[in-house]
């Protein structure tokens, strides 16, 4: 027999041997039908592993990560088998669960596997669940692996084989397609009921540019044909906010050919919108006592040696730039940081001295593979709205619930409220991989779990999510369509105040270690904004978006009129545009929705007569004649209301 603690802290005994099946039938017939995984001891395992010691287990449900995980990861392996069928030739490579489904890189050598092809794949996949495949899970050793693998001529899955350790190793079987996996898996194929194959793209060979490109099929599944039905709803909703689209067809930002992937260039409009949003945090950080600094946009290769940016994004990085001093040699710089730790070694501090913080808009730059671009949320130039806060270890909890205010106070003012928190601590099992004394991660720990009670914040902790160099707390916000996006992150460091020895006197006049604190409340300028985009639809906030009101003349008469106005308003900071084109007003009106500009003031006979505008507001249409002064004093009280609840 064999003890089983479960979530409640209640221990049954069991025979050794039992499954997370027959665990969920002992508790009920209905949850054995739901449960799709269950989690040994913390790890994952499939439901139809037998349990033989002692252990403490979670059965998973469709509304768990970990069941959503193992149904993609078997709903991949089915489209795999599928394909296997249709296109017997064909080699794999990797087929992972992702955050919203799945997707498989294959090699399908001279076939070429188009968009047109996808449903012949997804009616193929229906047809094998059909059969109710059992999904198995076998046990072999590497050597026996590379022969299996060898001998059919998978010579990517050889090359993965390649790369783990000996020992044995884990295959997935179901029908006639058997994989290299380590699971965990539903138990038949029977389980997956609605299936949608999305699309297909390329993808370079374990992301090497310099290796063959693939082609990447994407798909998702679901337990039940409403779930797929809604998800499509969404997907149709996501493509009308894509930040590509909408980024156009607002004039915010651009890229072209000649300048280079991945570099992207702000227009006029989203110029104006980007800086409100620096403007925007300035204020905030003033009221918080930051200090704006300004660094280079390259440095000598030696600083992010010191600062072990090199050894991590050195292969990620631009090509150095040679100098023609020999031996010389500078990077775009990858990270802001490094320069900020020379501010702070501009001159001797003291315990008086701090906490110091220092906030920079810097743009970094990264040599991300062109397969991986993608819009503005993935691009080689990006701004990071950085800052760092050196700090003695006794501040650092203040220290660290002000970036939460911070944090928060942006999240409300761009109504991201729906978010969670991580928070990710060291493995104490494996404390050599982190740097720093156990005094010092005891106290950062602490610092953070305490500043997340204090703030009310229920945090989920992860242990051995910490970076090597300190814990974090990271926010997770899901936008208006329920996507989930890491918009904040605050990471505590000890590596790089050690790398470069800094320091403070103390008040017992010895040499200390500040803690340093790093922190982004938008993330990158440019990830950021695609965001609210997607976020908004593209119907920013009235305090935020570029144009506020474009005035529309009836006719070409009136245009001196519209301009009169306009000048008006610009005098009292209100950014107005005119449409002075010779169109038809409806025309115009239509035109203008598309651009998201909150108020429209049409202009006629009578508005000049009587000194008025006819108001109609985004997406509600007429809201009646006023006065110009009445109208400016509306906007203004509107905006201030808005900011007020910030500052």
Known sequence: MIKVTFPDGSVREFAKGITGLQLAESISSRLAQEVLAISVNDQIWDLTRSIDTDSSIRLHKWEDAEAKHAFWHSSAHLMAEALQELYPNMKFGIGPAIENGFYYDVDPGETTIKETDLATIEAKMIEIVARKEAIVRTDISKEDALKKFGNIGENYKTELINDLADGTITLYSQGNFTDLCRGPHLPTTADIKAIKVLSVAGAYWRGDEKRKQLTRIYGITFPKKKMLDEYLVLLEEAKKRDHRKLGKELELFMFSEMVGKGLPMWLPRGTALRLRLEEFLKKIQRRFDYQQVMTPHIGNKQLYVTSGHYAKYGKDSFQPIHTPEEGEEYLLKPMNCPHHCEIYKFKPRSYKDLPLRFAEFGTVYRYEQSG????????????????????????????????????????????????????????????????????????????????????????????????????????????????????????????????????????????????????????????????????????????????????????????????????????????????????????????????????????????????????????????????????????????????????
């Open 372 to 647: 991986e671009l993608h819009g503005l949320t993935r691009v080689r130039s990006f701004t990071q709205d950085d800052a760092h806060i050196f700090c003695r270890p006794d501040q650092l909890k203040d220290e660290f619930l002000k970036v939460m205010d911070i944090i928060f106070i942006i999240f409300k003012a761009l109504e991201f409220e729906n978010f969670e928190a991580q928070i990710s601590l060291r493995d104490p099992n494996n404390t050599e991989k982190y740097i720093g004394s156990d005094e010092n991660w005891e106290k950062a720990e602490s610092a953070i779990i305490e500043a997340c009670a204090e703030k009310g914040l229920k945090a989920k902790v992860e242990t051995g999510e910490a970076a090597f160099y300190g814990p974090k707390l990271d926010f997770m916000v899901r936008d208006a369509i329920g996507r989930k996006w890491q918009l904040g992150t605050i990471q505590v460091d000890y590596n790089l105040p050690e790398r470069f020895e800094l320091d403070y006197t103390g008040e017992d006049n010895q040499k200390h270690r500040p803690v340093m604190i790093h922190r982004a409340p938008f993330g990158s300028m440019e990830r950021f904004v695609a965001v609210l985009i997607e976020h908004t639809a593209g119907k920013f906030p009235l305090w935020l978006t570029p144009d506020q009101v474009v005035i529309l003349p009836i006719s070409e008469k009136f245009n001196d009129y519209a301009f009169d106005i306009a000048k008006e308003l610009n005098a009292q900071d209100i950014r107005i545009t005119v449409d002075d084109r010779n169109e038809k007003i409806g025309r115009k009106i239509r035109d203008n929705e598309l651009k998201r500009i909150p108020y429209m003031l049409v202009v006629g006979e009578k508005e000049a007569e009587n000194g008025e505008v006819a108001v109609r507001r985004q997406g509600e249409g007429d809201k009646g004649s006023m006065k110009v002064s009445e109208f400016a004093k509306l906007i203004i009280t509107e905006v201030e209301s808005l900011i007020n609840q910030y500052n």
